[in-house]
């Protein structure tokens, strides 16, 4: 096996193959990304502020690997930015909206203790 992906990319002569070959990556990628989602999740729950979730060193951090990586796999490095950025970008708009669920109940919680304390 090859030491870069690019060289294992398949010769297709129809658009059947393509999309075959497409739908074989996706069925790894998907998982994957749904893994990378949920440690969004325990992002939200470790983070004490909602001011932490966007980390612009750390999205610059994971910019520069990816394009390394990229590169050593013979691939795009401007293309694989663009969908990582989309993907970094669509995680942290979860990551919030986790960050809020995940302590609304917190806040009832404290709501209900200082209204049962006022009565």
Do not use: N, W
Not at 10 to 35: K, N
Not at 44 to 70: H, L, N, P, S, Y
């Amino acid at each position: 096996m090859s030491g870069r992906s690019i060289e294992q990319v398949q010769h297709c002569t129809t658009m059947a193959d393509v999309r075959r070959e497409i739908d074989a990556l996706d069925d790894i990628l998907v998982p994957l990304l749904v893994q990378r989602t949920g440690y969004m999740t325990q992002a939200a729950r470790i983070k004490q502020a909602d001011t932490e979730v966007r980390d612009e060193a750390r999205i610059q951090a994971i910019v520069d690997r990816v394009r390394d990586r990229a590169l050593a796999q013979g691939g795009q490095p401007d293309v694989l930015e663009a969908i990582y950025r989309g993907v970094m970008e669509a995680s942290i708009a979860y990551e919030h909206r986790e960050f809020v669920r995940l302590r609304a109940g917190h806040a009832s919680d404290a709501a209900a203790q200082t209204a049962g304390s006022a009565a």
